[in-house]
């Protein structure tokens, strides 16, 4: 009867340590997500069909291309003569990759969009859809 009764306990305290293992093993599985951490971002559907330089459907933006993206959209807004044009303007940047859309009433808009969209760090193509119609 002592011999059950010691299987028993080694039975639990087996079972303990293998929630602790589990436990550690979630833990740190999480902090290495929480490391490499991607936010959603989602294309509105009328613009992915404009192009096949954006994939189709949801993907994933990495946070240094919200960096980016954010970086941008503060050059073109410091530009006092680009600053009602930038609300129009669609800034998708995945992987380092931006895409310019929207529309403007100049080629020279369009270029000095461009060309401040190339200054930040990490800007790696810069695919140009603006569209000039004045």
Known sequence: MSDGVGILKLL???????????I?????DNQA??????????????DVSQST???????WQTESDRMVTAKIRE??????????KVRNIRIITINGEVTLRGQVNTGSERQRIEEKARKPIGVG???????VSP
Do not use: M
């Open 75 to 84: 050059a073109l807004e410091e530009d006092v003569s680009l600053f009602e």
């Open 33 to 46: 997500y929480a490391g490499s951490r991607r936010v959603y971002a989602q294309i509105i559907p009328q």
């Open 125 to 131: 193509r810069v695919i140009n859809q603006i569209d």
């Open 12 to 22: 639990r305290i087996a079972g303990c340590l293998g929630i602790l293992a589990a």
């Open 24 to 28: 550690a093993w979630f833990v740190s």
């Open 53 to 59: 330089e954006i994939p189709k459907g949801d993907v």
